[in-house]
């Protein structure tokens, strides 16, 4: 999901929930998964994700309308981390901590990105893509182990002193490292590879596909 905006202090929209409910009842999807972002206001929708302050206000919050939904639901969500162009100062704890804590409050769990953890990281930091990756690693390695539920890939455009998580590309190979690290830590999850625009021949997408399928069996080998 992209509409709810789990941490928006307006709250949920009754209509939405209701809508969710009614679709996973007739499709009884494996998962479900929203983001950690706020969207709505009060008389209006900003149609995009957009961070969240990591402060214990926002914390408690966001637990309480991932609460609401999932009773909403009869079911565990996952709960993803965004990409992010701006930040807070009133940020308190880090992002690893905050959703650690989100997960032990709600019982809900974690749907991890990494694209957007190496695109945070470049943006925020400047850095170098091997230098992202580290940042990246060290951010999946501050998360307690059996939080991750799904991992999603996906590549990024570089503009002008900025990157933008657009799905356009291929996975870069930093984001590939970060993978790699992550089912190495968390054990082979599902994964699912974004590509929403700009979309190449299939022959593309299946390679993309099967590199991650081959990352997972070496993986599953090794263990």
Known sequence: GVGLGLGSNAGLDPWHLDRLARLCERVQPALVSE????SRVHGGHA???????????ALARL?????????????QVLVENISA???WDQDELSEPAFFAELVRRTGCGLLLDVNNLVVNAR??????????????MAWVDHLPAGLVG????????????????????????????VYEHALARFGP????LEWDTDLPALDVLLDEAEQARRTLVDLEDCV
């Open 35 to 38: 983001h950690a972002c706020f």
């Open 47 to 57: 149609a995009d994700l957009l961070p969240l302050p990591r402060t214990a206000a």
């Open 63 to 75: 637990a309480d309308q991932v609460d609401q939904l999932q009773q909403h639901l009869r079911r």
């Open 85 to 87: 162009y701006v930040a």
């Open 123 to 136: 943006n925020a930091q400047g850095c170098s893509p091997d230098e992202a990756a580290a940042v990246a």
């Open 150 to 177: 799904e991992i999603h890939l996906a590549g990024y455009t570089e503009q002008p002193g900025l990157l933008i998580d657009d799905h356009a590309t291929r996975v870069r190979h930093e984001v590939w490292r």
């Open 189 to 192: 999850v599902p994964s699912l």
